[in-house]
């Protein structure tokens, strides 16, 4: 019953690792490290450093550790830049998935998650957001994961006893409260990490993109989930599957959201600093809206939030950038001697 987390040493699949790794079953990582980290990676987990796109890689590594189910986490995530490069987008997200997720039907893999993302809706027609409403992603993200979501749709047609679940994030935010991991990669556009190293000295100060869109404080608004409470929605989905549970996709968000001067605020509150912000114009393929509605990762898959506040979530989130910033000096200091 041995899972293999792809991107495991990246944000999410890291606090994934761990909470299979709590919930003691066997799990391996792979990951090619363009994002992640090896040093995220829990001590006694095997890491293979190498594509999720490399089919005899991903065989070898399936026969070799017994390998049940996967749990694909890698790809590229940054709305913006698969604007400016979507080919990249189109290789990265859709191109590889597919070379995994035949290796994976043709080495009996029965149980697959996929990391999709509220993306794949574009401009929602209302809020919350159900997963029967239309898919119509207005960036080659959405669209690259959507057509991963298909690809899955279409495969588990064709090979009945393959099953998947595409969880489809909102935003997510914070870091392991025992601070085994968090978010790292020092270009990350997540709100919040952004947020938290302006609080703690990294940024000089953020930016707030688009101020004139149609919300009470003209700045957009995202359901922020907790990447503990995401690792834990995944785990629901795991046994949804390993119970017989039939191909879905579902919605991983708190079904409420904040503003980004919201947000802003409550780093400023949380952190006790005042810090630096400046507004700037709007981001191509950012909704105004997005906030899920999460009635099927509930019902369905027997998921309870354990840490939806946003002062927690936060405050984890500042915890884990102080934890860096403390290595980094220390680092600085051993470099200077």
Known sequence: MTVLVTGGAGYIGSHMVLALKDASRPVVVLDDLSCGFEWLVPEGVPFIKGDVGDEALVAGIIREH??????????????????????????????????????????????????????????????????????????????????????????????????????????????DPQLRSGQSFPRATHLIKIASQAATGERPHMEVYGTDYPTADGTCIRDYIH???????????????EAGGKSTAANCGYGYGYSVLE???????????????????????????????????????????????LDLIVGDALAWERQLQTVREKEAQLEAV
């Open 263 to 309: 947000i802003i605020d409550a780093v400023k509150r949380v952190s006790g600093t005042d810090f630096t912000v400046k507004l700037a114009p709007r981001r191509a393929g950012d909704p105004a809206v997005l906030v899920a509605g999460n009635e099927r990762v509930r019902n369905e898959f027997g998921f309870v939030p354990r840490r939806a506040d």
């Open 66 to 175: 017994g390998i049940t189910a996967i749990l694909h986490f890698a790809g590229s995530i940054v709305v913006p830049d698969s604007v400016r490069d979507p080919l990249f987008y189109y290789r990265n997200n859709t191109v590889q998935s597919r070379g995994l997720i035949e290796t994976a039907i043709a080495n009996g893999i029965r149980n697959f998650i996929f990391s999709s993302t509220a993306a794949v809706y574009g401009e929602p027609e209302r809020t919350p957001i159900t997963e029967d409403m239309p898919h119509q992603p207005i960036s080659p993200y959405g669209t690259s994961k959507l057509m991963t979501e298909w690809m899955l749709r279409d495969a588990a047609v064709a090979h009945p006893e393959f099953n998947y679940v595409a969880l489809r994030y909102f935003n997510v935010a914070g870091a």
């Open 227 to 241: 990447v503990s409470d995401l690792a834990e929605a995944h785990l629901c989905a795991l046994r949804y599957l």
